[in-house]
């Protein structure tokens, strides 16, 4: 049995379709990324797993349970968490207090804690920052932030969407990192969204070419990176 | 005559700041206004006046009822009515002006004309230096006014509670994807909010008198104040709440009513003019 | 835009549905006693039913509905052998005078050819109007001649003028008491303004104006008068005039000025308080001794007819009656008596019937006066209601009739 298995989704925003009978689906410890150009419906997608875009038609299972139509704060403890794009951390409260609320589906106090030193370790900025405002701080650090907070509901599936966005290649490579380390040592499976091909290509074992809501091309990232049609297009290479 | 007029003052702020709570951490929550707000401060008070002069219960067991009692009052308004038009400034205000008027109407009705009173069970007058008195039931609801105050900064600022309700106002989609239920939180801060109107209706009642309007006027003061704090903003409406009663103590005392009015609006106007969003509000 | 044009729907059916609600809970008093068959004279009772002044209004609109009752019980009234019965037409002004002006028009609309309300401030703006559409008018005013002269033929004053309160038995109470610093603390509307200049020139006439020492306004929602006790008590005043303060207003006004130390009398003599909630809101020894005109104390009731009514009104509405609601009654009954004297609908025909009629109502002898009278300077037309007018004092939580 697949973690996340998406079939045959379809969902959109008021008139406008944006994903036109996806199917994919994310096995145990996995790292996937979609790649696609601006539109194509890579958000899409993990707005329709984490519950923020309903679907109209098709189903999404996770662990053998159907989820889609669920809301999206339930979905959240099921182990599904998501780094949204833009980051989203609570600007006008402090690191610890956004930390604290990633942690909002967990009940046990001693796991939570327990789990507040694992993100301190992995990003120790956030541990010697905890009493800063988030919305004070650096657009890297409140990426480190909007990741650490995600690991404090202790998902089994992160979706991330745009890390890269307006930072730093080597901010960016240091986020990278950190995420396959968790993959790693916690087996958390990843489905990200990345606008950066190249970085996508490098950072997953598969991935999925979307065009106008479609799939129109799957594969080992390896592969996929030698494909005439990603090279041309998405790695701008000649 | 300067100690009476900082006491009043003092008294006067603590009063509009225990009216402008409830209102200050709605539309804080839901960038929304609530102008059913001075309704729930008329039923606060008429539940306490029916509670100890009808029943007979002592006043502040009355006191705890109106704390049990209305957030489930909160809670099923904002349910049946507020949920569904908040995302519409205008809607939300016109609808909540409708049932304000509903209310007050149907109040006349329902509890009589008659003006009523509801006395607070500590009595007597406090004499300051500086040939100041201060009765004794303004000094109790002054300082019940600051506790709850103190118990609301608490609320919103150290507790779970208090982090969801801060996060669904700054960001509701992304409190969603923390696993908050961003509408049960909402709800949770709309039943908090009118549970303060009432509880404050309850305790300023003791100080004046009781009918289905006696909301009204403190409402709009705490408008008044809100817009003056900076909208949303808990420690603007404290500063604000303080600034207007010692504006309506020293202007009424130095200048008469008309002219201390005047002059209140004036500054409040001044104010509005250099900082329009309000003392602690964001540029 | 989907979410936003579903929400605006759902607000649409909420409001209709507030309307609708607002509109069955007005519905029975909208319609009065409806016959069939029979025609109709509709009264409009304009009047504040939510408010501060809430309670004046239904003070007096449930004294002319219990007119209104009793001359439909008798069988209403006969015009050219035609039988008219009257209906009470509802709608609530809040006290606020441009509200009070819809609520005329309205009324207007729906066919009302007469009309109640009170207050001088909302009866002011509506003047124009009921002097257009000959609307002929009993109301509850303090105000003097600017409300009753010769240009304003079709408004009645139930109560009696502050010329005929503060200036003429107002002044008589000073003299007794011997007031030797007076401050008039009243309502910052045409009423405590009006007030105020009539209390100025009586003073001046009687050669006493030195002994107004403060006069300050403030508004009829007032809570809490502190700051301005604070400020008119430092002129050490032995005597306050209320002017038209209902019973709250007067009860906190009083309450606030012993806490603060002030030892001196009270008078509110253009307004006619309730005893009940001025005694609980202000303490019942806080409010001893405060003088009052326009209180009847229930076990002094002048007259069979005044007890009869005192004792209904309490068994239909739970509580004592106020003036407002025996002077309305009684006016109306004297309107009332008029329209069927004249024979006619002509109100023309039948204000002029009402400045010469005299009827026997509740106090005795009930007449319009106010031409060439010395007391009432520049009314210049037989416009005021006139009938015994006691002076109270309150004594141990109750009315005693002042010696």
Not at chain 3, 381 to 403: E, R
């Amino acid at each position: 049995m697949s973690l996340l298995e998406i079939k045959q989704v379809v969902a959109g925003y008021g008139p406008a379709v944006a994903l036109h009978g996806v199917s994919l689906s994310l096995e145990q410890g996995e790292r996937v990324s979609l790649l696609g150009a601006n539109g194509a419906g890579k958000s899409s997608i993990v707005n329709v797993v984490s519950g923020l875009l309903p679907v109209r038609s098709g189903e999404v299972w996770f662990q053998g349970e159907r989820i889609d139509g669920w809301a999206a704060h339930r979905i959240v403890g099921l182990g599904i968490s998501q780094v949204p794009e833009g980051r989203l951390v609570f600007p006008k409260m402090t690191v610890w207090e956004n930390l604290e609320l990633g942690a909002t589906s967990l009940k046990d106090t001693v796991q939570k804690s327990q789990l507040l030193e694992q993100v301190f370790e992995l990003f120790p900025r956030l541990a010697e920052r905890h009493k800063q405002m988030a919305g004070t701080m650096s657009g890297g650090e409140q990426q480190m932030l909007a990741v650490g907070r995600s690991l404090m509901s202790r998902p089994k599936l992160i979706l991330s969407d745009e890390i890269s966005m307006g930072l730093a290649p080597l901010v960016v490579r240091d986020i990278y990192d950190t995420l396959l380390r968790i993959n790693q040592e916690w087996g958390v499976t990843l489905l990200m969204v990345e606008q950066e091909a190249k970085l996508a290509l490098e950072v997953a074992d598969s991935c999925h070419l979307l065009e106008s809501g479609r799939i129109v091309a799957s594969g080992p990232a390896d592969e996929m990176a030698k494909s005439e049609l990603v090279r041309k297009v998405y790695l701008a290479e000649d | 005559m300067f100690m009476q007029m900082a006491v009043t003052g003092l008294v006067l702020g603590s009063i509009y700041m225990l009216v402008a709570s409830g209102l200050t951490l709605i539309y804080g929550i839901m960038h929304q206004v609530n102008m059913a707000h001075g309704v729930f401060f008329m039923l606060g008070a008429m539940a306490t006046y029916y509670a100890t002069e009808v029943i007979g219960l002592p006043y502040f067991v009355a006191l705890f009822a109106v704390v049990l009692v209305f957030p489930i009052i909160g809670a099923a308004f904002e349910r049946g009515i507020f949920r569904n038009i908040r995302h519409i400034w205008l809607a939300g205000y016109m609808a909540t002006v409708g049932v304000w008027m509903l209310m007050e109407g149907l109040g006349w009705q329902v509890f009589g004309t008659e003006q009523k009173a509801v006395s607070f069970p500590i009595t007597g007058l406090i004499r300051l230096p500086g040939g100041a008195v201060l009765p004794a039931n303004k000094l109790w609801v002054g300082l019940i006014a600051i506790a709850i105050m103190a118990g609301v900064y608490y609320l919103v600022g150290r507790t779970a509670l208090g982090r969801q309700l801060r996060a669904v106002e700054q960001n509701p989609r992304a409190a969603e994807l923390m696993g908050i239920n961003a509408d049960r939180a909402m709800a949770k801060g709309f039943a908090l909010g009118v549970t303060l109107a009432a509880l404050a209706g309850g305790l300023v009642s003791t100080l004046y008198s009781v009918d289905p309007s006696c909301g009204s006027t403190p409402m709009l003061k705490a408008f008044i104040i809100i817009i003056l704090g900076g909208l949303g903003n808990v420690t603007g409406s404290v500063i604000a709440a303080y600034i207007l009663g010692f504006i309506d103590s020293f202007g009424g005392s130095l200048l008469g009513y008309q002219a201390g009015h005047f002059m209140g609006f004036g500054l409040v106007i001044l104010i509005l003019i250099f900082k329009p969003s309000g003392i602690m509000g964001d540029e | 835009m989907r979410i936003s044009l579903k929400s605006i729907g759902m607000t649409v059916k909420l409001l209709a549905i507030v309307a609708l609600s607002a509109g069955l809970i007005m519905s029975p008093a909208m319609t009065g006693g409806v016959q069939a068959e029979v025609k109709k004279l509709k009264i409009l009772s304009n009047n504040p039913f939510s408010g501060k002044a809430a309670s004046w209004g239904f003070s007096q609109d449930r004294g002319v509905g219990l007119a209104v009752d009793k001359v439909n019980q008798a069988g209403g009234i006969k015009i050219n052998g035609e039988t008219y019965m009257w209906e009470k037409i509802q709608c609530d002004n809040r006290y606020i005078p441009a509200d009070a002006v819809s609520c005329l028009k309205r009324g207007v609309a729906q066919g009302a050819k007469f009309m109640c309300t009170l207050g001088g401030a909302v009866t002011k703006p509506q003047i124009p109007l009921i002097n257009k559409d000959k609307i002929v008018t009993i109301a509850a005013i303090a105000g003097g001649a600017d409300f009753t002269n010769a240009n304003n033929k079709y408004l009645f004053r139930t109560m009696p003028s502050a010329d005929l309160t503060i200036a003429i038995e107002g002044i008589k109470i000073y003299k007794k008491l011997g007031v030797k610093k007076l401050v008039l603390l009243t309502a910052d509307n045409v009423l405590g303004h009006s007030d105020a200049k009539t209390l100025k020139n009586a003073l001046k006439v009687n050669k006493m104006s030195d002994i107004l020492v403060a006069e300050e306004f403030v508004p009829i929602d007032t809570g809490d008068f502190t700051p301005v006790l604070t400020r008119v008590l430092a002129k050490n005043p032995d005597h306050i005039e209320g002017g038209a303060w209902p019973a709250a207003g007067l009860a906190l006004l009083i309450k606030q000025a012993r806490e603060l130390g002030y030892k001196g009398t009270f008078t509110n003599l253009s307004g006619a308080p309730k005893v009940g909630p001025l005694v609980k809101i202000g303490g019942k020894k806080n409010v001893e001794g405060v003088i009052m005109l326009r209180l009847w104390p229930p076990d002094q009731l002048p007259t069979q007819a005044f007890k009869d009514y005192w004792a209904e009104y309490r068994k239909l509405y739970k509580q004592d009656p106020g003036a407002n609601s025996w002077e309305s009654y009684m006016a109306f009954m004297h309107l009332s008596a008029a329209v069927e004297k004249a024979q006619s609908l002509d109100p023309d025909k039948i204000v002029a019937v009402m400045r010469d009629l005299k009827i026997v109502s509740l106090l005795g002898e009930l007449q319009l006066i106010g031409k060439d009278n010395p007391l009432l300077p520049g009314y210049g037309i037989n416009n005021q209601y006139t009938s015994p007018l006691p002076v109270t004092v309150l004594k141990d939580g109750n009315p005693i009739i002042y010696k």
